[in-house]
């Protein structure tokens, strides 16, 4: 019978960490090759190790791993983007930290899963990078729902099968989608969305990042996107997530100036 390579080169990106042992920390990490995995980084805590600056989370990381009798181990580990400003910025911080908490609940270690890789290591990036912040957290979700298995339905009634009209409806997160007023005014549980929130929604969800960017969604639009697609969210994981409330407290302490970051009113 064939036998598997003791060791193999995987690219990956660090969700989370944990102390383990005396020495030792273990790391959820989201592979090209392998897609969720954990791995044991052996050392890694002492004063001197090498591997510890490259294996913080958020960072992008060429490693190899070694087979071990239960989990791999980081025999070697080269951080390819460090994105610091995901360290240095609290509230990009919170984003990412949203990003990879996101992923992590919804997701198992099953295998490789190379397009959510690329999605989690873009949206990381663009963190850094972009001033929109909200925008690339919204399409992130929707992008991340249609990758899961998820995607809302945001053109037709999914009670009546008729086409949206240009009006406001509801949104059902039991039923998987949009409703028309006449369904939704009469399902249970089913909340209003209006016009516009529902073209940005249905904007992300059809167009490739650098489309996604034309939008000019306002601080109105996002604020109601947000709480409509955490309201999906928490309905599919049947709990809350942790970051989006200590986003909403960070937002509070920010001065003024700093609340609307990524929120353009134009």
């Not at 969720?36 to 294996?55: D, P, T, Y």
Request: charged share 25%; glycine share 6%.
């Amino acid at each position: 019978m064939p036998t598997r390579e003791r060791s193999i080169r995987v690219e990956a990106v660090v969700l989370r960490h944990m102390d383990w042992g005396e020495a030792d920390r273990l790391l959820w990490l989201f592979t090209r090759e392998l897609g969720k995995v954990r791995v044991i980084a052996k050392g890694v805590r002492k004063l001197h190790s090498r591997k510890a600056g490259h294996l913080e989370p958020f960072t992008r990381v060429g490693l190899l791993l070694a087979r071990g009798r239960e989990m791999m181990i980081v025999t070697q580990a080269e951080a390819q983007n460090t994105l610091p400003l995901l360290r240095e910025d609290l509230m990009r911080m919170g984003y990412a930290s949203y990003v990879v908490e996101l992923l992590d609940r919804f997701t198992y270690e099953e295998g490789q899963n190379i397009p959510m890789y690329d999605l989690l290591a873009d949206t990381l990036s663009r963190l850094c990078t972009e001033t929109d912040t909200a925008l690339v957290i919204r399409y992130y979700e929707i992008r991340l729902l249609d990758l899961l298995g998820f995607r809302p339905q945001l053109f037709q009634c999914v009670l009546c099968r008729n086409e949206i009209q240009p009006e406001d409806q509801y949104f059902s997160a039991a039923q998987g989608g949009v409703l028309c007023p006449s369904c939704g005014g009469n399902t249970p549980g089913a909340r209003p969305i209006s016009l516009q929130a529902l073209k940005y929604l249905r904007h992300f969800q059809r167009s490739s990042y650098t489309e996604a960017k034309r939008a000019r969604p306002t601080s109105k639009n996002y604020h109601e996107m947000e709480i409509l697609v955490q309201h999906y969210l928490t309905y599919l994981l049947e709990r809350g997530l942790n970051t989006p409330e200590f986003l909403r407290r960070l937002r509070m302490d920010l001065p003024d100036e700093d609340q609307t970051q990524g929120l353009p009113d134009s």
